[in-house]
């Protein structure tokens, strides 16, 4: 059995959850493929190549991949997959967004955000926001599957598979990249941080974001929100955890002025360590919290920042 | 122009559910139903695209058994035109779900197919993508804009880094994102109203599909309890025993 691995990447870095894709598929099968479509994406392959457990890397390097447009790299997905038992992809929006895609035109069914592997057709997967799991099988002939990174450690680098380049252009011509407005941060990713700090509806506005920022960058933290925070406008959208936004488990997740609505919840509570600061002692979010603080955020978090 | 809102019936999204005992399944015995959160976004983008004049006309279709006809009606009060309930008893999986949208497709040829991006009950995200690829239709999944202009859709998307805006030709697929717009509520009068709008059955064995699962669900369980609740006295005791007891800070 070999296993195709979609890596994730911007054209320059390839992403962590790559990696944790990998340690998923080492739980399959012993020949790894993995898949790095884009443009100008050489130094994503050789990052791809050093993944230990990987014993290939397919790229290729063409502007039709250049913004990971689903159409096409469906299609370029599709025209390999014969060869391969399995097709990993992150449940990321790259993921999400292509591989139902490539599971429809084999006529196959896809399973989503699978959280643990039980053998080569048994996968678990969260349901409900996370408030059931589902342990299900399917006897596809190929199986198409999205992995949450945040469940799999990573594979170890070191390695160095062959780079073998492909020459599959697949281009629609229907769909047109036409603008993108990226969020730059110095501060580690959502998905990837050890440590989160979140600020919900309290934090008011915009400004007060300030008041986390200060204290990620004493714990090297990720800042993230929760959708009030969004919607109201305080924070772009890509800084959203819960169901329908980001993933994470991170070993300290620090959540101020969030109310622990379901959705939050399904986001974040696979946390190791979780911590509430809030002022109403009977939000839902002290239930999960292993450190509750009830008070103002506004008093607690410059407190905090200079005890740290 | 047409356009095609298909829209799921699924558990209100205030509600948490139980798993059953035996493990089978969630228990939704008397559980307050509602359409999904994202379908009712994809109703009232449809409904606003007829307001502003771009589209003629607003076809809703959920399957399902005949429960999910009140959410049709709920759709049709917030200003759908007319509703289609394909009629099947047994769960479905989104493959399914996308080949039966596609016998839809074909024989109403929308301009524009607009669908929740995900339904909250199974967490899916499929049956967008999966019912473009199989009508082979261009995509514009977790819309936060659109807009339409001469054979064209314009969609600003939310992904992982931020927001990319496509155009894709028409006729095509569009997924919605939570930040699309919100939704109306309907008026007594519009629900009225809603009660005399056309609403066709069709069984769903007879669109010819092959409906037999290719998923089977072995177990439900409830997820791990975490053991919460713990309070601190104040930030000083926090950082102690986030240093000292968890070890999660220098
Ligand atoms: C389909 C669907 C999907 C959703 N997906 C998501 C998702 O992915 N992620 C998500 O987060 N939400 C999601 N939601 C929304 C979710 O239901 C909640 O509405 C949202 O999480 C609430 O955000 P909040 O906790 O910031 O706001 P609120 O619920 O308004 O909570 C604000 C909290 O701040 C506290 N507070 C206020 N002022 C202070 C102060 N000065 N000091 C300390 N505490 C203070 C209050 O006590 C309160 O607990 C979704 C909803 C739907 C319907």
Redesign the pocket.
Known sequence: MTVLVYAEHDNSQLKADTAKLVSAASQLADDIHVLVAGEHCAQVASQAAELKGVTRVLQVNHSAYAHQLAENCAQLVVSIAKDYSHILAAATTGGKNFMPRVAALLDVAQISDIIQIENSATFVRPIYAGNAIATVSCNEPIKILTIRSAAFDAVETGNNAPVETLDVIKEDPRVRFDSEQLTVSERPELTAAEVVIS????M?NGENFALLEAIADKLGAAVG?????VDAGFVPNDM??????KIVAPQLYIA?????????L??MKDSKIIVA????ED?P?FQVADYGLV????E?LPELEKAL | MKILVPIKRVID?NVKVRVKPDNSSVDLTNTKMAM???CEIAVEEAVRLKEKGIATEVLVVSIGDKTCQEQIRTAMALGADRGLHIDCEQPLDSLHVAKLLTKVVEQEQPQLIILGKQS?DSDNNQTGQMLAAMANLPQGTFASEVSVEQGTVKVTREIDGGLQTLVLTLPAVVTTD?RLNEPRYASLPNIMKAKRKPLDVKPADEFGVDLSPRVEILKVTPPQKRSGGTKVSGVTELVEKLRNEAKVIP
């Open positions: 600020g919900g509806r309290g008011q929100a929760s959708r009030a925070a959203q955890v819960g169901q329908t936004g101020v002025g969030i109310s622990g609505a379901i959705q939050h399904a986001g600061i809030n002022k109403d939000a979010i008070g103002d955020l506004f607690i | 999204y999904n959160p994202f909250i939570l």
